[in-house]
């Protein structure tokens, strides 16, 4: 029995899935095959994700010979364990891309990730995707008047907002700004339909296709298989390059955990909810197969600095039960997610220096949207086609001076643990990615390296990078 079944035994008696929600409602497949031999092709996408993906389509559709490696199965990490909410209302974050960025690039940011959610409306069918109002809410007078400030920047944005008190949960709600008409998806079905589609425009997707090295002299990938794929262009989907490139962007992203569980629940909401206030929870429900789920999101932290994580499931299940009267909790699972030091991911080409390879990564927990806003940019940019986001999201873009203090945090943490991590925990396994020692993560048994964020199985395998090879265990 593992960790997160035993949590559960001990708070209501019963057993639930450590697992994602999503993962575990997929559609029945047939996996995609394994690269079996050497392959070229116009455009290589590594990273199954939703980004991989949808790239991958986009790529497809223009015509262009498209292969997208993934090294276990499609849909298994972020996108796969992401809250499924798919808008542009991304937390409290308009009124800081205004002053960083100005007007016209907040407004931006939100037009294309606006753009990207009803793209999602547009191809999506059955129970993949459900219309929601996205709702912010403070219980405080400081959550509050930081909502009013926020409203001020959707005014300002031309951002079609509400402040009132717009609240279906069971909370004392002093304030909330809705967007109405958003979205939620289920992230793996939705992926998993967006994938076919890509197929049938003629894309190749293998699974179980390790990347083991880069050759972007050559532009030729090696795999752990042995075979290698010949590309004239690259897309990094992953969390982090696979190696730090050009442009030390591996220094230049943050890796914060959060935590999910899911319950049985009697009736669907119709909006979906954020707290501006601590603890910071995010709501919402979903409907599968003639289903209610209920999922409290929160309790986040830097990916891999904490080793009990199961308090974190705890404080979860006792929100469900006093809050919510839930008891039913049928799934519980972690996601991760690299941020940059600006907000705004990276989505374009690596570097001028190199600028057949391309990377779309840091997107703050807002992957949905931010990662097909990305693969249009990218797409866009292949194909020769003029997109206007494309500078605001560019990996090289400007902005020296919170790069810098982004990457001696990130430095000095990974310093610290390399040296502090080999003096003090001399059980636990070294990261194969960098040296760090990981930390054991008893909540998902798995390791973490709280240097980059490489996650692995307790056999040692890897399951999340940007390490590519196992533990020695």
Known sequence: MNMLTTISSRLDGGYFMSNSLWLSTAYPRDPFPQLDGDVQCDVCIVGGGLSGIANAYFLAKEGKDVILLEKDTILGGATGNSTGKLTAQHDIVYAKLLKQFGRDNAKLYFEVNEEAV???????????????????????KLGTDI???????????GIPGELGRNSELPLQIDATITLKDESQIHPVRFGQHLAQLAVEAGARIYEQSDVILMDLKKRLLSMKSGHEVQFTELVLCTH??????????????????SYIVAAEGDMPLRGQYIAVDEPKRSIRTAQIDGKTFFLLSGESHRAGMESDTQVHYNRLYTDLQELYNLSTLTHGWSAQDPQTPD???????????MPYVYLSTGYRKWG??????GARIISDLIVGKENRASTLYSPDRTGFGSFLLQALKNTGLVLKEFTGGHITRTDSPICTHMGCRTRWNAGDETWDCP????????????????ATKPLNL
């Open 118 to 140: 009803q793209f999602g409306r547009s191809i999506a069918i059955k129970d993949e995707l459900r219309a929601a109002d996205s709702i912010l809410y403070s219980q405080s």
């Open 147 to 157: 909502l009013r400030y926020e409203m001020n920047a959707y005014t300002e944005l």
């Open 240 to 257: 982090y390059p696979i190696e730090a490139l050009r442009g030390l962007q591996i220094m230049k992203l943050s890796v914060d955990r």
């Open 343 to 353: 907000l705004i991911p990276y989505a374009g080409i690596i570097s001028s220096s």
């Open 368 to 373: 949905l949207s931010n990662s097909m806003a």
């Open 451 to 466: 240097c980059h964020g490489s996650r692995f199985r307790k056999d040692g395998s890897v399951l999340e990078g940007p």
